[in-house]
């Protein structure tokens, strides 16, 4: 079992629907969510949302996506 580094709920590598390698490194994810977050975190992806879009999105308190 791997741990998803965002919201860090168990995952199980074989059957891992959501997967990015970084630095020689698979991380797995519980959901899209989790995955583009930590995408946007590791500069992987750029975010292309508006300002107010983020904001709408982000929890309160800057935890977890509501992945679950």
């Known amino acids: 079992m791997a741990i998803d580094p ?3 709920i168990d995952v199980d590598e074989k059957t891992a629907d959501f997967q990015t ?3 020689h490194e698979t ?3 519980c959901s899209k969510a989790c995955q ?3 995408e ?4 992987l992806r750029r975010e292309d949302k508006k300002w107010w ?3 709408l999105k982000e ?3 800057g935890g977890p996506p509501k992945c679950h």
């Open 6 to 8: 965002i919201c860090g």
């Open 21 to 23: 390698r970084l630095e």
């Open 27 to 29: 991380f797995y994810f």
């Open 36 to 38: 583009e977050r930590f």
């Open 40 to 43: 946007i975190k590791e500069g």
């Open 53 to 55: 879009q983020r904001l």
């Open 59 to 61: 929890p309160k308190g």
